[in-house]
């Protein structure tokens, strides 16, 4: 199976490792998306937007775009 991720360079996880963390933050990015879209709504909490942006910028320190 092709793996569908790559890391950011200097960072070093062993490919099991990597597989698993990638779903994580594939569901993470894909509630980014979802909270954005409800975050337009007035009854959402703030700080989910909050969290959500901080794993995505934790993603994004791991593995390459």
């Known amino acids: 199976m092709k793996k569908q991720w790559k890391l950011q360079p200097g960072i070093e996880i062993d490919d099991k490792t990597a597989d698993e963390v990638a779903k994580i933050a594939c569901a993470l ?3 980014s ?3 954005s879209l409800v975050l337009e ?3 959402c909490p703030d700080d989910l937007q909050a969290v959500v942006d901080e794993g995505v910028v934790a993603i994004n ?3 390459a775009e």
């Open 29 to 31: 990015k894909s509630l």
């Open 61 to 63: 320190k791991i593995f």
């Open 41 to 43: 709504q007035d009854d």
């Open 33 to 35: 998306i979802y909270a």
